[in-house]
């Protein structure tokens, strides 16, 4: 009968015992209180406690850890603004108990300081200054925080504006203004392109136009050469400088025709201005005639003397 009285005697003794002993993880910190009363702060491994005197009043993580906090304000140009802001704190490992026993709620203490600061920066800005300055706010942010957490045991890691999201119909406007910017920029680079085309279309007929006229002017230089040898070499078969300017008009005459007849589906009509125009220069064609009669035999017989002697 006594050893059975023994048996819970003993079966609550391994209880106590193994409650004696705790394991507390890497990076957490263990708050343990005796009687109601902090006794000491137990780190990562095995750990003793006596027995239903000592308990474990928390555990507190010593990881970073990241609080997002959105924020709702207005800036300098009356834009209703909302920002993400994420602070990333972790606790002291050398101040677990100020950060146990000094502060309940530490997201909330939190959050409320990056509120008071997000609200008193902002409506300083007007809206595009918020995106350009958002590493300015976060700064702000940092610093108000470390100076207040601090003396609760928190370290402020670092803190971001992680986004800037504007009123949807702030958002629209500023898209419709980017796309008329960047047509307006497109617009300008068509006009230019068009301008340099039309400067270059000029500049290519303008040199055309000069080569054309350089052209023009060599074959009427090229002409006046061959009208003047041509006038020299009947000037030596004793042909004066007037008859040899009638035969020359009137070979160009010729070859003209000789050119138009070529054309199968051509015409001529010549019209003389006046019956008296018309008699002269018939009167003209016919002495040009015999201008070529006598230059021929002016040109046999000089050659039949050269062949005699």
């Known amino acids: 009968m006594g050893q059975f009285i023994f048996i819970p005697f003993v079966f609550f003794g391994l209880i106590v015992l193994i409650s004696a002993f705790f394991i507390v993880k890497q990076q957490t910190s263990v708050i343990v209180e005796r009687f109601g009363k902090f006794q000491s702060i137990r780190h990562s491994g095995l750990q003793l406690k006596i027995p239903l005197v000592d308990r474990i009043a928390g555990r507190l993580s010593l990881k970073i850890q990241q609080l997002d906090v959105i ?3 207005k ?17 002291i490992r050398d101040k677990v108990y100020d950060a146990f026993y000094k502060l309940d709620y530490p997201h909330d203490q939190i959050t409320s300081y990056v509120f008071d600061v997000v609200r008193a920066e902002v409506p300083k800005m007007k809206l595009d200054d918020v995106f350009v300055k958002k590493d300015d706010i976060a700064i702000a942010v940092k610093a108000e925080l470390n100076d207040a ?4 045991g928190y ?8 986004d800037i999201d504007p009123d ?39 040199e055309s136009k000069r080569l054309q006229g350089q052209g023009i002017a060599d074959q009427r230089r090229e002409i006046a050469r061959g009208l003047e040898e041509s006038v020299e070499v009947l000037n030596k078969v004793g042909i004066n400088s007037q008859e040899a300017s009638a035969l020359i008009v009137v070979t160009q005459h010729y070859d003209t025709l000789q050119s138009i007849g070529e054309e199968t589906n051509s015409n001529l009509i010549l019209l003389p201005n006046s019956p008296q125009a018309g008699s002269n220069m018939l009167n003209d064609m016919v002495a040009s005639f015999a201008a070529s009669n ?16």
């Open 168 to 206: 949807s119909q702030v958002k629209e406007a500023m898209n419709r203004i980017n796309a008329a910017e960047r047509e307006k920029i497109a617009a300008q680079f068509e006009g230019d392109a068009a301008r340099i085309l039309i400067v270059e279309k000029a500049k290519a007929e303008a």
């Open 155 to 162: 370290d402020i890691i670092k803190t971001l504006v992680t």
């Open 294 to 309: 006598q230059i021929g035999e002016a040109m046999k017989k000089s050659k039949n003397k050269n062949i005699e002697e």
């Open 149 to 152: 957490m601090s003396d609760y």
């Open 71 to 73: 924020v709702e304000t």
């Open 75 to 91: 800036t300098l140009d009356d834009v209703f603004v909302r920002l993400k802001v994420s602070v990333q704190f972790k606790v």
